[in-house]
């Protein structure tokens, strides 16, 4: 049993919308990244893990707890962004987090002042006069702000430029050091990449690859055979050609290409979406 497992959940929408038997566990201090495109089941599957929605069948739970009998209890160590983030607009965003700060029972601001630093937040201006990335931010201070020891982030970079996706991304490098627990669905292969230690890539409700990044993309490599006109001109194509993995042979040389994390994905999608 892991931290969160997800044990043969399943949500039918209909016209095959939804999430069907679907099976992960993440571990204690692991950090698991969720991949597919929209509508994929990816928001369907965060919802039961947050309990905002009962398992038809299956279960979900985080640190032995039933997600939806136990809501309550498991989100007091637990942070979360979800994908569209609704805010109290006629707040500032200082009120705002002052208002969790109360609401979570918290004896004191937390780890409030360092996030905000940190991502070069202003939160004193009304949150709806925010863009968003300001937005964005918001959401980050508030999932993070009381250092649970669960995370569940729903596209958390989601409207950040690209020097504070770095940022975010040295955050969760640091929480993974402290052995924190993360779910991360993200669009961004390299984000994804960077932090990860394994991957789940769901198509149609259903896991389609299940692993560790390095695994999964070694699994999907891509091989050459390349015929050049003579013997020495095998040779110079060998020595300069990144990628080549064995000795040219006479006037043949293989070349094996590693795939992308994103490249792999679309081996998953690609076909599917031209049809």
């Known amino acids: 049993m892991g931290t969160i497992d997800v044990c043969d959940l399943t949500r039918d929408y209909g016209n095959n919308k939804g999430v069907f038997h679907l099976n992960f566990s993440i571990s204690e201090g692991e950090v698991f990244g969720f991949l597919g495109p929209n509508g994929a089941g990816k928001t369907t599957t965060i919802r039961h893990l947050m309990g905002f929605l009962k398992a038809q069948q299956g279960s979900c739970t985080i640190g032995g707890l ?15 962004i979800p994908g569209e983030i609704a805010f109290f607009d006629e707040m500032k965003g200082s009120a705002y987090l002052a208002f969790l700060q109360s609401y979570r029972g918290m004896k004191n601001a937390g780890r409030t002042k360092e ?11 009304k949150i709806k006069k925010m863009s968003k990335g300001m ?19 729903d596209e958390p970079t989601s409207g950040l430029d690209p020097l504070m996706q770095n940022r975010f991304v040295e955050l969760i490098m640091e929480e993974k050091k402290r052995g924190k627990t993360i779910l991360m669905s993200s669009h961004l292969f390299e ?24 695994s999964l993309c070694a699994r999907h490599v891509k091989t050459y055979t390349v015929t050049l006109e003579n013997e020495e001109t095998a040779l110079c194509f060998a020595k300069d050609f990144d990628g080549v993995q064995n000795a040219q042979q006479r006037n043949q040389v293989t070349v094996t290409a590693k795939q992308t994390l994103e490249e792999i994905f679309l081996h998953y999608y690609g076909e599917e979406q031209q049809k």
């Open 66 to 80: 039933d997600c939806w009998k136990d809501a309550a209890q498991i989100q007091k160590n637990l942070g979360y």
């Open 115 to 125: 996030l905000i630093d940190r991502f070069s937040l202003n939160p004193d201006g």
């Open 135 to 153: 937005k964005q931010k918001i959401g980050i201070v508030a999932a993070f702000m009381h250092d649970p020891a669960i995370l569940i982030l």
């Open 191 to 214: 984000e994804v990449e960077k932090t990860c230690d394994r991957i789940g890539i769901i198509r149609s409700g259903q896991l389609v690859a299940l692993d560790d990044a390095q």
